[in-house]
């Protein structure tokens, strides 16, 4: 498989492992997902152009850190938590018809870190 192919070109070339003493250090970020709703072909572009750039800045030599995470922050999350619990008919409509959450579910989405854990696992 292709897949396997570079995986084992990466591995033999120690492509990620660190070795900061002779190489210039590049450090790359983006915005973290906020986990209050299902990836979408948004976060595939938002993610995949850094991800290009700091392979290419790989192959040319730099040490490159690249960190990927959740951002998990109360806002958004509490602010999503709250229509449900008020129950706003757009936010119900848009978790159970675009983000598919089981009927059954949304009224758990009232509770924030419900939702983290929710979205964090899908």
Avoid: C
């Avoid at 700091?54 to 602010?79: C, D, Q």
């Avoid at 598919?100 to 009232?110: I, T």
């Amino acid at each position: 498989m292709i897949e396997k192919k570079w995986q084992k070109k990466w591995a033999d070339e120690k492509l990620f492992e660190s070795n900061p003493n002779n190489k210039e250090k590049l450090f790359i970020t983006v915005a973290f997902p906020y986990p209050s709703g299902a990836m979408h072909i948004g976060h595939g572009r938002t993610y995949t152009v850094p991800d290009v750039y700091a392979r290419f800045k790989r192959m040319e030599g730099y040490n490159v850190l690249f960190p990927m995470a959740w951002h998990v922050t109360g806002a958004p999350v509490i602010g999503i938590a709250d229509r449900i619990k008020r129950k706003d008919p757009w936010t119900l409509d848009l978790y159970e018809y675009v983000h598919r959450v089981p009927k059954d579910e949304l009224p758990k989405l009232e509770d924030p870190e419900y939702i983290v854990r929710y979205f964090s696992s899908e």
